[in-house]
Structure formats: structure tokens, C-alpha cells
């Protein structure tokens, strides 16, 4: 499969060749319908975030390169791994990509985002710019018929930030008025 990869930070992305996952265990493979490009993608591919005044946080060291960005992921299932009974090959799905170690307390009580140990798509694991992407567990996608194609994948992080920022509001009135702010 070919995927568009960093080889060096802060330099053009290449088109890297490399085997086509074969999915174990619970792993599903999708071929790659839709990716989203987040403005994590842009750091992520410098090594790190600009924080302003001339500070920097480092992100290198979570990536071995070379390393295929996009956590904004869309496709259809083409294979499956032996323990996979709930999707279906040919389905269009979209991936959660915060995925956590699956073994601390925190993944535990369901906050794989805030694991310290993640294993997030197109961050830690090879992500979405790509021919294919090897999902490690079909609990982490989801059927979005109904919604276009290509502003499914947007959902899985700029859509679910939006949206989580949202359901953690409380006691708003119903005259009140809610002010958001994109910061990406
Ligand atoms: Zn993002
Ligand atoms: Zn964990």
C-alpha cells in the first residue's frame, strides 16, 4: 500500500510503500475513502507544538518515522481480523481514533482519551493518509449512514471536539447565550 508519510520533520511528507496489514485478532482493515486534515497534523509534522514566546511542546517522540499522520478517518471494511463478528466487509464506517492502552484505570472507566500510555491513530499508530489503516479493535468504529461522505471523517476529532466541549455545559438557560471559539 502507498501512504503519505514523514521522513523528516518539518519537510514535505513522501509516498512510502509498505505491506498491506493483514488484520489478527480483533484488527479490522479499512481502505481509506476520506481523511481529515486537523491543525494537530500541522505540529504534529513540525515535532512539535508552537505554545507562543518561543516555547515549544515536543510531540516527536511519540511518532517513529517514517510516520503516516490523519486521525480523521473514513473508509470501508475489506478485512477482517478471526474475532470480528460485529462489522460487516464492505461496511462504511468511520474510526474513533483516542485510543488508550486498554489496561490502566483510566481506559478502564472509559476515558481512553486521557490515557497516558495512548495508542491513537495517526498519532502513535499509522493513521488515515493512506491507501489503507489497520483498526486495532472493531469497537472503535462507527456506522455514520446518513451523514455525507467526507464530513463523516471531520467528526472524529474536529466534530467531537465541538461536541464534547458542548455536552459539558451546564445549567444554560434558555436565553443565555453561548459564545464558542475555534482555537484549534
Ligand atoms: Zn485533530
Ligand atoms: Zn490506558
Known amino acids: 500500500m502507498k501512504s503519505e508519510a514523514i521522513v523528516e520533520f518539518g519537510k514535505p511528507l513522501k509516498t512510502i510503500e509498505s505491506e498491506t496489514p493483514k488484520p489478527k485478532g480483533k484488527e479490522v482493515l479499512l481502505k481509506i475513502t476520506y481523511s481529515g486534515v486537523c491543525h494537530s497534523d500541522v505540529h ?9 514566546g518561543g516555547n515549544q511542546l515536543p510531540v516527536g517522540a511519540a511518532m517513529n518515522l517514517p510516520h503516516t499522520l490523519g486521525h480523521e478517518i473514513e473508509g470501508e471494511v475489506v478485512s477482517v481480523g478471526p474475532d470480528v463478528s460485529d462489522v460487516k466487509i464492505g461496511s462504511s464506517v468511520v474510526a474513533y481514533p483516542w485510543i488508550g492502552c486498554g489496561e490502566c484505570s483510566t481506559c478502564e472507566t472509559g476515558d481512553e482519551h486521557y490515557c497516558n ?50 455536552k459539558k455545559l451546564v445549567n444554560v438557560n434558555a436565553d443565555d447565550h453561548i459564545l464558542i471559539m475555534g482555537l484549534g
Open 117 to 166: 500510555a495512548p495508542q491513537q491513530l495517526g498519532i502513535q499508530l499509522p493513521g488515515g493518509f493512506s491507501d489503507f489503516c489497520l483498526i486495532p479493535d472493531s469497537k472503535y468504529l462507527l456506522d455514520y449512514t446518513g451523514i455525507r461522505p467526507g464530513l463523516a471523517a471531520t467528526y472524529m476529532c474536529s466534530g467531537l471536539t465541538a461536541f464534547g466541549a458542548l
Open 44 to 52: 504534529l509534522h513540525d515535532g512539535y507544538f508552537d505554545l507562543g
